[in-house]
């Protein structure tokens, strides 16, 4: 436990304020040598280090902060916790930010596990500006504009999916929406129009909105999407990640 302390805890620290003061499991994995520490699963040891430790303060699933840059990185994100202007910020509009960042950062994660499984990625047009940590969207996606796979009404649809997977015949494998807040139903109608190409459909959310999820995809209406859709929690997601991240470095040795 003594060298659990003096070694391991403040390398995980160091990666954190060499990131910004923030940081994915995934994002620690790739920067912390772990060759002094004397583990055969030093992953599951940083994870322990920060949901355990004090010195860490969780911003979402799976993304972590170090308490000593608790303001700093809270108004990086724009999130609650700070001032503008010597003026509390409205209630309303912390809220609104807090949104807007959960959506952006679960976005951010499906296209980079996308990046990993080498697959093309695209966000909408109106989403290329949003950050994912801090880094606008349009920066971590591999296509500027998406393909012309299919009919023009079709392809209007397909332009407004959260992120879309594309495999090496250019052709979508996966579509994501990310619905925290907004009305599931809707995702599921873009769904619809999409159905004859094969590909699978997820729904991203937190785990509270499943039964909703189940409801309605057990309607008449969406019957013909009943084996096509998944849908997978923030949790399940960051997971995924995770693991991807993990398997990214051991492939680099």
């Known amino acids: 436990m003594a060298k659990y302390k003096k070694i391991q ?29 004397g583990t055969q699963t030093p992953e599951a040891s940083v994870r322990r280090i920060v949901q355990k430790g004090r010195e860490f303060f969780k911003i979402e699933t799976g993304l972590w902060a170090l308490e000593e840059c608790r303001e700093s990185v809270l108004k990086k994100f724009k999130l609650e916790g700070f001032k503008e202007f010597d003026s509390p910020i409205p209630d309303e509009v912390v809220a609104e930010r807090k949104q807007e960042f959960t959506h952006s950062f679960y ?11 080498r697959k093309e990625t695209f966000v909408p047009n109106a989403d290329r500006k949003k950050l994912f940590l801090g880094k606008p969207l349009k920066e971590i996606v591999t296509l500027e504009d998406i393909y012309d796979f299919t009919y023009p009404d079709y392809l209007k649809k397909a332009k407004m999916i959260d992120v879309i ?8 494998s996966a579509f994501f929406e990310v619905e925290h807040t907004t009305n599931i139903e809707h995702s599921l109608v873009k769904f619809l129009t999409l159905q004859d190409y094969h590909a699978q459909f997820y729904i991203v959310a937190e785990e509270e909105r499943r039964r909703q999820f189940d409801t309605l995809l057990g309607t008449p209406a969406f019957a013909p999407l009943l084996k096509r859709v998944k849908f997978q929690n923030y949790a399940h997601l960051t997971k995924q990640h995770e693991n991807m991240s993990e398997l990214e470095k051991i492939d680099t040795i």
Do not use: C, H
């Not at 499906?110 to 499984?117: F, L, Q, R």
């Open 9 to 37: 805890v403040p390398q995980v620290i160091a990666a954190m304020q060499e990131n910004g003061g923030f940081a994915t499991f995934g994002q620690l994995y790739s920067m912390l040598d772990f060759s002094d520490w």
């Open 107 to 117: 976005q951010g994660l499906i296209v980079e596990i996308g990046n990993m499984k």
């Open 165 to 172: 997977w594309f495999n090496e015949r250019r052709l979508p």
